[in-house]
Every structure is written in structure tokens, then in C-alpha cells.
């Protein structure tokens, strides 16, 4: 058996460079983990689905290496905006 998934071959490459030059034109598209923008500047990682078929986008990198612990923090974040403020303007649905 070998180890080979995906390889991170040229087509992550590819892509990685692709977003590395939206995000540094301000494109700022919301990290697949905690729905943030990614900003020029912060670290990310191009992010795949789980069954690692394919990518997802960029995700902030602490987002991403903590995969584990971010359904927690959505999860709160949802219970206090629904709690708190019902409608969040930061927080639309991007068709
Ligand atoms: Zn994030």
C-alpha cells in the first residue's frame, strides 16, 4: 500500500496559488470552517472534504488544525447570536 492520497501534487499547487492570489487582491472568501473572511496576511490552508475527494477552499490555518474542536465553537456562537441578536448583518447567506 502506498501513502500517495492525493499526493499534494500539482492540482493543490495549482489551486493554492490560485486563492494565495485572490486573497492577497482582497477577495477575502469565507473560511470552510468558521465562515470568516480570510484576510490578506493571516495563514490558511487549502482545505479538503473529509473523504479528501476534494477541496473545499481556504480555511485560516489555526481553523483548520483544530478541525476537532470548531463544531463546538459554531455551535455556541450560533446559540448566542440566535439568544442574543437575532439578526446579525455579518452573518448573511451568500448565495
Ligand atoms: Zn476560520
Known amino acids: 500500500m502506498t501513502d500517495d492520497i492525493g499526493g499534494y501534487g500539482s492540482d493543490h499547487r495549482r489551486l493554492r496559488r490560485m486563492w494565495a492570489q485572490r486573497i492577497r487582491n482582497n477577495w ?5 470552517r468558521c465562515g470568516y473572511p480570510v484576510l490578506p496576511g493571516q495563514a490558511w490552508d487549502l482545505d479538503h472534504t473529509d ?8 480555511a485560516h490555518a489555526h481553523c483548520n488544525r483544530s478541525a476537532g474542536a470548531y463544531k ?18 455579518t452573518t448573511q447567506d451568500w448565495a
Do not use: F, V, W
Open 72 to 89: 463546538k465553537i459554531r455551535q455556541h456562537q450560533h446559540r448566542q447570536a440566535h439568544s442574543e441578536h437575532r439578526s446579525n448583518p
Open 51 to 58: 473523504d479528501r475527494t476534494g477541496y473545499l477552499g481556504p
Open 28 to 32: 477575502m472568501p469565507p473560511c470552510s
